[in-house]
């Protein structure tokens, strides 16, 4: 059990909570930790930051302090992705083992918050992450926990699938068709592929090439099976993505791929842009939009690409909310 003391009174008892100082602007951290033992000079250190009474810690047998208790909750959430920071003040932060991307599941999660004593946060599911970076907080609320509750919250995580785990980037390797009549007779320089370079060097890709051609559908399929026979697993197709009548990017990508996800996503900008498979390759058509503006669609959806995340035509129709991207 927590007992509460005046502070002159607290010498030589065990604090059973970190202390936190706060300087606005300047420092947020702990004065104190949770296990110290008061002292007589850490009575004015106290005061100064206004505090007049204090919790010592006498726990029942079956009772677990707040941090005992959000260590428990990370182990239990741990994978070879992730790593435990040491808890305090209640909180135990996972971060991120490998780079990648982070996928959780929301339902279970879900299902582990139902308490309201023990929570989870997290950041959102299938956003890229690095290595080092949080991307969970284990929260333990009040300051002593029941030891059924900690073991229900527990066994729950224990029995599911990973409610959280980093996926590492896959062996990517890249090809690029550039459609139409004036990149490729040279009217107007292509700046596609020196924008996608610099986009991808980001990730841990291999970079085949690019190729230009016309507006003509035998060559942009031609294109498309080219790269995939030279071991491109990604495809990124761009130009002539609109509904004009000499735009054959769309038609050339049904033509080739065995799984069309969606032509059009509910994400702006980028709403035009195209998903679709062949076996083990993606075939990407991307927007003018891509070019204008620094976050589009494709770059929502592209870290999931990368980490081997086959896309369904249900997750790309729940990208709508949250979708306006600016």
Known sequence: MKREVAVEEAVGMVLAH??????????????????????????????????????????????????????????ALLSDSLTIEEAHEGKAALRAAITGVLRVNADQMTALNGNGEL??????????????????????????????????????????????????????????????SEVFSGLIQDKFGPLLKEKLSAYPIEWLGQTIVGDAMEAIVEAINQWISRGANLV????????????????????VAKDVVTYGFPVLPGSMLMLAYHEQATIMGLPGGVLYDRYTSFDMVLPRVLAGVRVTAQEVAALGYGGLLK
Do not use: N, W
């Not at 409610?163 to 550039?178: F, S, W």
């Open 18 to 75: 970190d202390v936190t100082q706060i300087i606005p602007g300047q420092y947020k951290g702990r004065l104190f930790k949770k296990g110290h033992v008061i002292q007589a000079e850490d009575i004015e250190p106290l005061r100064s930051i206004g505090k007049e009474h204090l919790y010592v810690l006498e726990p029942d047998a079956d009772e677990v302090h707040e941090d005992e208790a959000a260590k428990a909750m990370a182990e």
């Open 119 to 180: 929570l989870l946060v997290t950041k959102k599911s299938l956003v890229p992450v690095q290595v080092g970076e949080t991307v969970a907080v284990a929260r333990a609320i009040p300051l002593l926990i029941k030891r059924e509750v900690l073991q229900e919250f527990t066994e729950v995580a224990a029995k599911s699938a990973p409610i959280l785990e980093v996926l590492p980037y896959k062996d990517i390797r890249v090809g690029v068709v550039t459609t139409g």
């Open 236 to 255: 990124l197709v761009t130009g002539g993505m609109s509904v004009d009548p000499d735009d054959r990017t769309p038609a050339s990508i049904r033509s």
